[in-house]
């Protein structure tokens, strides 16, 4: 009897250690499809939350600046076909956020070109106006007032000019040749506090025609903000240096100054590796480097603002390479009053101003004398006798203007000796006529 | 001017300004320069005035006419160039201190014998 309890012991013992078996088997497919489910569950959270990622972060952030790309993904994704995918969403929404930029970025340059170019004319029609009010008026109130309209419409046309260069007109005036000391007053001419301006150096260069204009409104620009950013009590100074192989406008404020991060996006602006946007300007837009850096590049200048000046403010070099320069043409200050003046420059005085070339009558009645040269017989002593004399004179008229003026003064006395001569000469002849 | 003439605009010849500094000046006005006065610290337009000036006297109309500037601004300029020296301005001589108009057509009339 007793080996029946044994044999059910054995059992038992083996049964349990079939169980027990078992049990621990379980037990580790357990653990295992735990491990595996929490990995799964992580990955599907990682993709859940890189998918959020994507479209809260990634896609807004590329549609705002298309710039910043943040780094692609959580390590648990890398090399995923997954992860593929979200690059190549990224990549197809890039190009068509791009390809939307660059139409719309097209069609308002396209837009602002028309419409500036309409109020360029306006602002050009304008000045001519302008001009002509200013020489047609002689009363100090009335100059005033005409200055004022002057300036406001210079900046006008200042402002309507740098857009229409930043859509990718031309900035609109040909002008001849100009000595590059008009061309910084030029400048000077456009801005709104033109009077803190000071051009210190004056250098005999000229810039050449095609690039007058556009140096103009680059420096007007640069002069712009140099006035704007620093205290209205402040001078901008400007001075000009001749360099080895062309010359620098070199303009300093007392202002602000820029920080390191300001002058790097500058920079950029400047020499023109960033592309300009037009939809892009900020409000209010900004877009004085912008359009430096288009015409900079266009025409073949340097700008840069890099260094500060000894004030503490900025200082903006423009540097114009010879190509872009000339000699300033000899003004004509001698060969003009000869030429033109000559005629009108009266020994006696005279009503009227104009060149009367033939004899008429003055204002207050009297004959006009005709201009003869150069009444050589009458500075003979023996020949200022008679009225007769100057008859002499007439026929030689024909002696150049060109020397005439040249005289030294013991010629304009004898000049003058032989008229006082002639007049009294023409006074003994008729006693009567004697006041 | 060298260069175009609408580029330098009048307000920034005269620095804003628009009053002369005396009021005596009109179309007439004829102007000398004085020899020999230094022209470095002047603008190039009160420079090329003293350059006009130099060979004789000038009107200012003239003057203001070969400078491209109005009138009023030429006066402007006129006025700070008497102040600093560097120009005389002479008033015409009033018609009543000429010689009779009868006389100067008797002259007249001579030369036209004499021709």
């Known amino acids: ?435 | 001017m060298g260069g175009d003439r609408g580029l330098v605009r009048p307000y920034v010849v005269t620095n804003g300004r628009f009053e002369p500094t005396r009021n005596t000046f009109d179309l007439v006005t004829l102007v000398t320069a004085v020899p020999d006065r230094p022209v470095r610290t002047l603008s190039p337009e009160q420079r090329r005035m003293v350059d006009l000036c130099t060979h004789g006297a000038l009107s200012l109309a003239e003057v203001a006419a070969h400078l491209g500037l109005p009138l009023s601004v030429a006066k402007v300029l006129l006025g700070d160039l008497v102040d600093s020296g560097h120009l005389l301005t002479r008033a015409p001589i009033p018609a009543a201190q000429l010689p009779t108009s009868q006389l100067l057509q008797e002259v007249l009339d001579g030369l036209r014998a004499r021709l």
Not at chain 1, 37 to 51: F, S
Not at chain 1, 266 to 279: P, Y
């Open chain 1, 1 to 435: 009897m007793s080996q029946i309890p044994q044999a059910v012991t054995w059992c038992l013992a083996a049964g349990l250690l079939v169980a027990l078996v078992l049990l621990v088997a379980q037990w580790r497919a357990a653990r295992a499809r735990e491990r595996s489910l929490a990995g799964l569950r992580d990955q599907l959270l990682a993709r859940d939350e890189e998918a959020h990622r994507l479209a809260t972060v990634r896609l807004p952030a590329l549609a705002h600046s298309a710039v910043s790309h943040p780094p692609v993904t959580d390590p648990l994704l890398t090399g995923t076909r997954y992860a593929a995918d979200l690059a190549s969403v990224v990549e197809q929404f890039a190009g068509a956020v791009e390809r939307a930029e660059t139409r719309a970025d097209q069609s308002a340059k396209a837009a602002l070109k028309g419409a500036v170019r309409a109020l360029q004319g306006l602002a050009n029609e304008q000045q001519v106006a302008i001009s002509e009010m200013q020489e047609r008026h002689d009363q100090p109130a009335v100059l005033r007032d005409l200055l004022e309209i002057d300036h406001a419409n210079s900046q006008f046309g200042r402002r309507a000019q740098a857009i229409a260069v930043l859509c990718g007109s031309w900035p609109g005036r040909q002008r001849t040749s100009s000595a590059l000391t008009d061309v910084v007053r030029g400048a000077k001419s456009r801005i709104r506090d033109y009077k803190r301006v000071e051009l210190r150096t004056v250098v005999e260069l000229a810039v050449v025609s095609r690039a007058v204009e556009p140096v103009v409104l680059a420096v007007a620009e640069l002069l712009d903000n140099a006035a704007r950013h620093s205290q209205p009590n402040t001078t901008v100074e400007v001075n000009l240096q001749p360099a080895h192989n062309g010359a620098c406008v070199v303009i300093d404020d007392a202002g602000v100054g820029m920080d390191p991060r300001e002058i790097e996006l500058a920079g950029q602006l400047l020499t023109g590796q960033r592309s300009v946007d037009v939809t892009r300007l900020g409000d209010p837009p900004q877009f004085g480097f912008a359009v430096i850096g288009v015409l900079a590049a266009r025409y073949g200048f340097g700008v840069s603002v890099d260094t500060r000046s000894p004030y503490g403010g900025v200082r903006a070099v423009v540097f114009l390479p010879t190509a872009l320069l000339t000699q300033v043409e000899q003004p004509p200050v001698v060969a003009l009053p000869v030429a033109a003046a000559a005629p009108a420059r009266h020994t006696e005085p005279a009503r009227h101003p104009e060149p009367a070339p033939f004899e008429g009558r003055t204002q207050g009645g009297l004959p006009r004398r005709r201009r003869r040269e150069p009444l050589a017989s009458l500075t003979e002593p023996t020949a200022g006798t008679a009225p007769g004399t100057p008859a002499a004179g007439a026929t030689e008229a024909a002696a150049g203007t060109a020397d005439a003026w040249e005289r030294d003064a013991a010629d304009t006395a004898r000049r003058l000796g032989a008229f006082a001569r002639g007049t009294r000469a023409g006074r003994e002849a008729d006693p009567t006529d004697t006041p």
